[in-house]
């Protein structure tokens, strides 16, 4: 036996082990950053902030707490599905310093932790432990408790608690809402969860006319009580405004031009507390995936026949555009996707012929962590998918469908997951008539 094949037989059984750890091991998908490794410390809370939870903000802002009640950052520690994937993924500490970052909200304290990667924490029973905290999972002081004062973008209130003034309200999203995957065995386009990366992208890649437009309004307009006003307008094309440190830290000025308040919060001119000075105030939505109204304002759509003279067949078009969202469509965690159907339907509405086609990023998981493809929506890029119609088929309705899958339907089977709320749902329905003469469809 030759020299070089003897090594190759010594290598491969190596090989072949390195390869199946690779399968087997705990497949940690993100990389811990200091940004979110560490409880928030609220020992020094002051008393009139009560035991910090909710409910005793909202004696005070009861609008505020009415609104964040309605969302899912109110259950992001109870959703069932978090549950159910969290225990699925042996219910490891790191995803609570998102889900509930208080220390208060953690049944234990981090110490510190063992690995360089921050995925195996030492820890100790927590004595001020409250359960019921946990369970409002992003609480108000989740966003806005910083060393003993509650942070806020006014800064000129009379407020009975301390406060501490942010210069750009997005700097509190980007806390949990970048997860990065900057490490050598991975090989991620975009991080895990990749909305402020897309964002970025979009802005440095298509210096699109709109996107100038949009962050002057973001930039340059005064909102929210804001100082904002006084800034200049921001230079897009300059490296500074579109970039993340290598740690994953976005510094303030470049926070300002993700815009995720301005969409995800709208205005509101209202009181802070009952009977207090009205001022603009943004409202606690954060609607996204969990609304079908949210996704539909993030599409643009338009389902039409083209003009093809000369030709047997008749051809409809479906174009699809990533209008109202800065990040891609869907964006977050890679569960999310869309499906587009097109569909040829006979007299009694049966389907006689179906085309489908998914929007969505496809991670390969295992042996590494690799982004194969990923076809969802950049802002201002239309999409355009065709269906063609032939001249004797029998079809007498076209129809066009967009469905928005929170997730999809064999991960639910997988770990587990019971819903009792739909994981898909859809978000644009239109069907035509192909007789000539019937102009108007039903549409929904
Ligand atoms: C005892 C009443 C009271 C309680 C309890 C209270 N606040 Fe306030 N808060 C106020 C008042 C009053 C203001 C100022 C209103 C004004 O001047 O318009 C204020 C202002 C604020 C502001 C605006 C600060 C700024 O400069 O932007 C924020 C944010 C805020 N509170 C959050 C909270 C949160 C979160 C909690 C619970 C952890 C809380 N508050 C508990 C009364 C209260
Ligand atoms: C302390 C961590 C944390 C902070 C800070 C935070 N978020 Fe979230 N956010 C979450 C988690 C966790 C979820 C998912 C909860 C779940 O679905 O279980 C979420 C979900 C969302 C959603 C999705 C809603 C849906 O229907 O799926 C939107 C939109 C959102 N956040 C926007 C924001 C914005 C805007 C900010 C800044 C003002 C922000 N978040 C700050 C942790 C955070
Ligand atoms: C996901 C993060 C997040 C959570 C959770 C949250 N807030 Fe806020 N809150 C913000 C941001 C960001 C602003 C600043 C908005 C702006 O630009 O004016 C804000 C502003 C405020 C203000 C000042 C008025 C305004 O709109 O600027 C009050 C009062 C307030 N929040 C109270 C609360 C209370 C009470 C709760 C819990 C019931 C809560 N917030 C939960 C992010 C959050
Ligand atoms: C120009 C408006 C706009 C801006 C800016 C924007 N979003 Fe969104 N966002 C949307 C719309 C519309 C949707 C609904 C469509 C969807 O779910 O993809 C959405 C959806 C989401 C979701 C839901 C994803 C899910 O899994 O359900 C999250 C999380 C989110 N945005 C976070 C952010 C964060 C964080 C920022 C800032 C870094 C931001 N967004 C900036 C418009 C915006
Ligand atoms: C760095 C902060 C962070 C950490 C750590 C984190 N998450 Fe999340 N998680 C989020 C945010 C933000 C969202 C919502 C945005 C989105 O849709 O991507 C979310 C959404 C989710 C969702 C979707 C829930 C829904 O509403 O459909 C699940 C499930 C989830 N996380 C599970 C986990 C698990 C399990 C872990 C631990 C392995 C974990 N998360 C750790 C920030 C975090």
């Keep these: 036996m030759k020299p070089r094949n003897i090594i190759l037989l010594l290598l491969l059984p190596g090989l072949a082990v390195f390869l199946g750890w690779r399968f087997v091991r705990p497949m940690n998908i993100f990389v811990v950053d ?3 490794a560490w409880p928030v410390d609220t020992t020094q809370t002051p008393a009139v902030l009560g035991r910090l939870r909710a409910t005793d903000c909202a004696a005070c802002h009861q609008s505020f707490y009415e609104e964040w009640r309605t969302t899912i950052h109110s259950q992001a520690w109870t959703d069932p599905y978090f549950q159910t994937d969290w225990q699925f993924d042996d219910a490891q500490h790191i995803c609570r310093l998102c889900h509930t970052p208080l220390d208060r909200q953690q049944p234990h304290k981090v110490l510190g932790y063992r690995d360089r990667d921050k995925w195996d924490p030492i820890l100790e029973d927590n004595p001020d432990f409250d359960p019921e905290l946990q369970h409002e999972g992003v609480t108000c002081a989740a966003c806005h408790y910083r060393d003993g004062k509650i942070v806020g973008v006014l800064g000129d209130t009379d407020a009975p608690h301390p406060v501490k003034k942010l210069e750009d309200p997005n700097q509190v999203c980007v806390r949990c809402h970048i997860v990065g995957g900057d490490r050598w065995d991975t090989f991620f386009r975009f991080p895990p969860c990749g909305t402020v990366a897309e964002i970025e992208s979009t802005l440095a890649a298509v210096p699109d006319k709109r996107d100038l437009e949009y962050l002057v309004t973001l930039t340059g307009k005064k909102g929210a009580g804001s100082d904002s006003g006084a800034d200049e307008p921001f230079d897009v094309t300059g490296p500074e405004a579109i970039t993340v440190g290598k740690s994953g830290e976005v510094t303030a000025s470049n926070t ?9 919060m709208p205005l509101a001119r209202r009181p802070l507390v009952e009977g207090g000075v009205v001022r603009d105030t943004r409202q606690h939505l954060w609607r996204g995936g969990h609304d079908p109204e949210m996704v539909k304002k993030a599409l643009t759509v338009e389902f039409v026949e083209i003009e093809r003279p000369e030709q047997e067949s008749r051809m409809f078009q479906l174009t699809l555009t990533n209008t109202g969202a800065a990040h891609y469509v869907p964006t977050g965690t890679p569960d999310r996707y869309l499906t587009v159907h097109l569909r040829l339907l006979d007299e009694q509405g049966g389907v006689l012929d179906e085309q489908s086609y ?20 950049p802002r201002w890029q239309p999409r355009r998918y065709e269906l063609e119609v032939p001249g004797d088929g029998g079809a007498v309705k076209v129809e066009a469908e967009i469905r928005y899958h929170l997730l999809a339907e064999s991960r639910r089977k ?3 997951y019971e819903n009792r709320t739909p994981i898909n749902y859809a978000v644009f329905h239109k069907q035509i ?7 108007e469809a039903a549409n929904e």
């Design 34 to 36: 200091d940004r979110f």
């Design 414 to 416: 997988r770990i587990g």
């Design 433 to 439: 008539p192909l007789q000539a003469g019937i102009e």
């Design 358 to 377: 998914s929007i969505k990023r496809t991670v390969l998981w295992r042996p590494f962590i690799i982004d194969l493809r990923d076809t969802r929506l």
């Design 256 to 264: 300002r031009v993700l815009g995720c308040v301005q969409c995800h």
